[in-house]
């Protein structure tokens, strides 16, 4: 499955109860929890390249399959992660405890993380 393709944001659950436990500072909390990010994906076979807007903050992420990589977190971090893909539609990664999954179903991409026992969802529709 490909998962080229822009994607607005939908709906949100847990955005300020996760974003308070990786340490985003409340005013930042604030701003964003009501912004419609737009994500832009672009799959060239195992290759990878992720943009996500969210209003003036871009987050850009490369990566391929299988293999360590750098990226940048919410918080702008640079972290080492390994994505892989589960099934044709999931690509997994764990980064500082947090476990990711991003999913596709058709227009609609899921992503999930999860820290502790807080679980924070995000739902986007290709555009």
Do not use: W
């Not at 990010?37 to 850009?60: A, D, P, R, W």
């Not at 972290?79 to 999954?101: C, P, R, Y």
Request: glycine fraction near 10%; include cysteine.
């Amino acid at each position: 499955m490909n998962f080229s393709g822009k994607y607005q944001l939908q709906s949100q659950e847990n955005f300020e109860p996760f974003m308070k436990a990786i340490g985003l500072p409340d005013d930042l909390i604030q701003k964003g929890k009501d912004l419609k990010g737009v994500s832009e994906v672009v799959q060239n076979g195992n290759h990878f390249k992720l943009t996500v807007t969210t209003g003036s903050k871009v987050i850009y992420n490369e990566f391929t399959l299988g293999e360590e990589c750098e990226m940048e977190s919410i918080t702008g971090e640079k972290i080492k992660a390994v994505v892989q893909l589960e099934g044709d539609n999931k690509l997994v990664t764990t980064f500082k405890g947090i476990k990711s999954t991003t999913e596709l179903n058709g227009d609609i991409i899921t992503h999930t993380m999860v820290l502790g026992d807080i679980v924070f969802k995000r739902i986007s529709k290709r555009i």
